[in-house]
T-cell receptor, first 113, second 114 residues
Framework: DTAVSQTPKYLVTQMGNDKSIKCEQN?????MYWYKQDSKKFLKIMFS???????INETVPNRFSPKSPDKAHLNLHINSLELGDSAVYFC????????????FGSGTRLTVV | AQTVTQSQPEMSVQEAETVTLSCTYD???????LFWYKQPPSRQMILVIR??????QNATENRFSVNFQKAAKSFSLKISDSQLGDAAMYFC???????????FGKGTRLSVIA
């Protein structure tokens, strides 16, 4: 049973389209995250939700909108996709205590053509 | 803001040998947590080892151990008896107290030579 699952694993789409990535965790964690990994492998935090409440919103274009219908789900919707949005997007979850680090999903490779 | 620096973009090691990956970080906090994550070609992020800053004893997990030097803000990862399956990107990460995000270094790509 996958702990943090993301769908889809691969997404190829044209510039200007709108797309969503879904994430679900069955670990009972309270906090979920979206990270972006660029072509140079650098991982940068985008958003964090704690019990459905947005707690971290880094400098991300407002074309990116996270949605958390409940604490087990955190989806990422992207409007008007641009070439520079091509990256791997990771969902992760954690318990409240920072000692535990994160459990990551397997990532979604988004390619904008 | 906290930063994490991995000064070695690439490293290589012979199978069965030992390799050390470097990591330094910058923080004004006295209590925090440090992590090493492994990302093989499968893309999955896997937790390798973690260290609590208030513990002086270095963490170990089987063939993986760390050298934590708090005053120097250094957190290196030692891999002993390297195996082909250790080939991956390795990321050092920092997390301070509270519900805060992991801050990652830029990673070190480790190759293992048979």
């Amino acid at each position: 049973d996958t702990a943090v699952s993301q769908t889809p694993k691969y997404l190829v789409t044209q510039m200007g389209n709108d797309k969503s990535i879904k994430c679900e965790q069955n670990l009972g964690h309270d906090t979920m995250y979206w990270y972006k990994q660029d072509s140079k492998k650098f991982l940068k935090i985008m958003f964090s939700y704690n019990n459905k409440e947005l707690i971290i919103n880094e400098t991300v274009p407002n074309r990116f909108s996270p949605k958390s219908p409940d604490k087990a789900h955190l989806n990422l919707h992207i409007n008007s996709l641009e070439l520079g949005d091509s990256a791997v997007y990771f969902c992760a979850s954690s318990q409240g205590a920072p000692f535990y680090g994160y459990t990551f999903g397997s990532g979604t490779r988004l390619t904008v053509v | 803001a906290q930063t994490v620096t991995q000064s070695q973009p690439e490293m290589s090691v012979q199978e069965a040998e030992t390799v050390t990956l470097s990591c330094t970080y910058d923080t004004s906090e006295s209590d925090y947590y440090l992590f090493w994550y492994k990302q093989p070609p499968s893309r999955q992020m896997i937790l390798v080892i973690r260290q609590e800053a208030y513990k002086q004893q270095n963490a170990t997990e089987n063939r993986f151990s760390v050298n934590f030097q708090k005053a120097a803000k250094s957190f290196s990862l030692k891999i002993s008896d390297s195996q082909l399956g250790d080939a991956a990107m390795y990321f050092c990460a920092y997390r301070r107290l509270g519900n805060t995000p992991l801050v990652f270094g830029k990673g070190t790509r480790l190759s293992v030579i048979a």
